[in-house]
C-alpha cells in the first residue's frame, strides 16, 4: 500500500507565521486573545486554546484594556488599530504581508479618488475577515463583488478600479474581469492580487488527485479554502472524502485501494495529516 501526503498542501506562510507569534507570545503570557479563528481548523484552534489563547469577536475586543491582543492572517481595518492604541492594547501583529500590501493599494487607489467619482470593487466573499479589511481601507466606500451578478450595483460610466481578496481564484476574477472590459466605458484599471501560492494549490491538487486510488482531504468545516479544494478533487477523483479529525475515517474506504493520497487546505495543520497517515498505516495489514 502506498501512502502520501500532498507536499504542497498544509498551512501557506501567512497561517505558519501567525501560528508561530502566537505561540511564541504564550511562552510569555498565559493568555492572548485573538480576533476571530487564528486559522478555520477547529482542532488547530483548540491545541492553541489549550495554550491559553481565547478566540474573541470584534465586539469583546472593543471592550478589552491593558492586555494583548494578536491580529491574524486576514489583516484587520484601520479602526481595529485606532481601538488599540485608545485602550492601551499590545497589538501582536501576524497580518499577512501580501494582505498589507494589498491593504496599502487599495487605501493609496481611495485617496487618489477622493473628490472623484471613482469606484473601488473588491472580488471577494462579503462579510470575510480579509475582505472587512481591505473595505475598512476606503471607510467603507469598496463594494464587494462575489459574483458578476453583484455588478449591477456598479456605474459603467464611471472610472472602476478593481482588486481581489488573495485567496479567490484566477478564474472567478477572470469572470469578473471579462465583463468589467465589456462594460466600462471609462478609465477601468484591474489589479490582479491574488496571492499564487494559494491559486496554484488547485492545478497541483488536480493533477495529486489523479495519482492515487483514494483520497483523504483534511480541512476544518469552516474553510472555504477547503470546501473549494476539495470540490476540485472530487471532481478528478470520485473517491476523495472529506475529513475534519482523525477519528473520521473509514477504514472500508481503502479496502479495494493500493494507492492513498492525503491532502488538505491551506488551513490544515501538516502534523494532524501526518496523524491521519499514522493511523491508516497501523490500521492496514
Same mark, same amino acid.
Given at each position: 500500500?502506498?501512502?502520501?501526503?500532498?507536499?504542497?498542501?498544509?498551512?501557506? *506562510?501567512?497561517?505558519?507565521?501567525?501560528?508561530?507569534?502566537?505561540? %511564541?507570545?504564550?511562552?510569555?503570557?498565559?493568555?492572548?486573545?485573538?480576533?476571530?479563528?487564528?486559522?478555520?481548523?477547529?482542532?488547530?484552534?483548540? =491545541?492553541?486554546?489549550?495554550?491559553?489563547?481565547?478566540?474573541?469577536?470584534?465586539? %469583546?475586543?472593543?471592550?478589552?484594556?491593558?492586555?494583548?491582543?494578536?491580529? =491574524?492572517?486576514? $489583516?484587520?481595518?484601520?479602526?481595529? &488599530?485606532?481601538?488599540?492604541?485608545?485602550?492601551?492594547?499590545?497589538?501582536?501583529?501576524?497580518?499577512?504581508?501580501?494582505?498589507?500590501?494589498?491593504?496599502?493599494?487599495?487605501?493609496?487607489?481611495?485617496?487618489? *479618488?477622493? $473628490?472623484?467619482?471613482?469606484?473601488?470593487?473588491?472580488?471577494?466573499?462579503?462579510?470575510?475577515?480579509?475582505?472587512?479589511?481591505?473595505?475598512?481601507?476606503?471607510?467603507?466606500?469598496?463594494?464587494?463583488?462575489?459574483?458578476?451578478?453583484?455588478?449591477?450595483?456598479?456605474?459603467?460610466?464611471?472610472?472602476?478600479?478593481?482588486?481581489?481578496?488573495?485567496?479567490?481564484?484566477?478564474?472567478?476574477?477572470?469572470?469578473?474581469?471579462?465583463?468589467?472590459?465589456?462594460?466600462?466605458?471609462?478609465?477601468?484599471?484591474?489589479?490582479?492580487?491574488?496571492?499564487?501560492?494559494?491559486?496554484? =494549490?488547485?492545478?497541483?491538487?488536480? %493533477?495529486?488527485?489523479?495519482?492515487?486510488?483514494?483520497?483523504?482531504?483534511?480541512?476544518? =468545516?469552516?474553510?472555504?479554502?477547503?470546501?473549494?479544494?476539495?470540490?476540485?478533487?472530487?471532481? %478528478?477523483?470520485?473517491?476523495? &472524502?472529506?475529513?475534519?479529525?482523525?477519528?473520521?475515517?473509514?477504514?472500508?474506504?481503502?479496502?479495494?485501494?493500493?494507492?492513498?493520497?492525503?491532502?488538505?487546505?491551506?488551513?490544515?495543520?501538516?502534523?494532524?495529516?501526518?496523524?491521519?497517515?499514522?493511523?491508516?498505516?497501523?490500521?492496514?495489514?
Amino acid at each position: 500500500m502506498i501512502i502520501e501526503i500532498d507536499q504542497n498542501s498544509g498551512f501557506c *506562510f501567512g497561517v505558519v507565521n501567525a501560528i508561530k507569534k502566537a505561540e %511564541e507570545a504564550l511562552t510569555e503570557n498565559k493568555t492572548l486573545y485573538c480576533i476571530g479563528d487564528i486559522v478555520h481548523n477547529n482542532i488547530e484552534v483548540d =491545541r492553541l486554546k489549550n495554550l491559553g489563547l481565547k478566540t474573541i469577536n470584534h465586539n %469583546e475586543f472593543e471592550k478589552l484594556s491593558n492586555t494583548k491582543v494578536l491580529f =491574524r492572517a486576514h $489583516g484587520e481595518p484601520p479602526l481595529s &488599530y485606532e481601538k488599540a492604541k485608545e485602550n492601551n492594547l499590545e497589538i501582536i501583529d501576524t497580518s499577512c504581508p501580501v494582505v498589507l500590501n494589498l491593504q496599502k493599494r487599495i487605501k493609496k487607489t481611495f485617496l487618489e *479618488f477622493k $473628490g472623484t467619482e471613482g469606484q473601488i470593487l473588491i472580488y471577494g466573499k462579503f462579510g470575510h475577515a480579509e475582505v472587512n479589511g481591505l473595505v475598512g481601507q476606503t471607510e467603507g466606500e469598496a463594494y464587494v463583488i462575489e459574483s458578476v451578478e453583484d455588478l449591477k450595483k456598479v456605474d459603467f460610466e464611471k472610472p472602476v478600479s478593481l482588486f481581489s481578496q488573495t485567496t479567490k481564484t484566477i478564474s472567478g476574477f477572470k469572470e469578473i474581469t471579462d465583463v468589467l472590459k465589456l462594460k466600462c466605458q471609462n478609465d477601468l484599471k484591474i489589479n490582479d492580487t491574488i496571492c499564487r501560492q494559494v491559486a496554484n =494549490r488547485m492545478p497541483n491538487i488536480r %493533477e495529486f488527485a489523479k495519482k492515487y486510488d483514494v483520497i483523504v482531504f483534511v480541512s476544518g =468545516r469552516k474553510s472555504s479554502n477547503g470546501k473549494l479544494l476539495f470540490d476540485v478533487c472530487k471532481q %478528478e477523483n470520485e473517491q476523495s &472524502y472529506f475529513v475534519s479529525q482523525p477519528d473520521e475515517v473509514k477504514m472500508t474506504w481503502f479496502s479495494e485501494a493500493k494507492s492513498i493520497g492525503i491532502s488538505g487546505a491551506t488551513s490544515t495543520p501538516s502534523w494532524l495529516m501526518k496523524q491521519i497517515e499514522t493511523n491508516i498505516k497501523s490500521e492496514i495489514k
